[in-house]
């Protein structure tokens, strides 16, 4: 099992910037791909961006393409979710998770996912 702690939300203004970071334990980070959900209240958690065990592949919800960018690094044994131009409806709890596969187009769904983080809450205000 590889324990998550995600770190760097809080509160912003429309068209803000943040950066989440999701630091992992444990040895097998880079045999893994990661990915970022959110959940907002009353919602579902929902996919947001994905990236393969090496970072060279990354998938990204539609809403937030050209907006957010997903990055990890393999030797910090942490993945980052930059955030821009972020908008009221970003809001909600960021997870990050690590996916049972080593691609990124194969963690789009919350049931592939084996370890989870605690979540860490972003707010934009408008």
């Known amino acids: 099992q590889v324990q998550l702690v995600e770190s760097g939300g809080g509160l912003v203004q429309t068209g803000g910037s943040l950066r989440l970071s999701c630091a992992a334990s444990?040895?097998?980070?880079?045999?893994?791909?990661m990915g970022w959900f959110r959940q907002a209240p009353e919602k579902e958690r929902e996919f947001v961006a994905s990236?393969?065990?090496?970072?060279?592949?990354?998938f990204y919800k539609d809403s937030v393409k050209g907006r957010f960018t997903i990055s990890r690094d393999n030797v910090k044994n942490t993945v980052y979710l930059h955030m821009n131009s972020l908008k009221p409806e970003d809001t909600a709890v960021y997870y990050c998770?690590?996916?049972?596969?080593?691609?990124?187009?194969?963690?789009?769904?919350?049931?592939?996912?084996?370890?989870w983080g605690q979540g860490t809450q972003v707010t934009v205000s408008s």
């Open positions: 444990g040895r097998t980070f880079s045999s893994y791909a």
């Open positions: 990236i393969g065990w090496s970072g060279y592949s990354t």
């Open positions: 998770g690590r996916c049972g596969t080593k691609y990124a187009n194969m963690c789009s769904e919350s049931r592939e996912y084996i370890d």
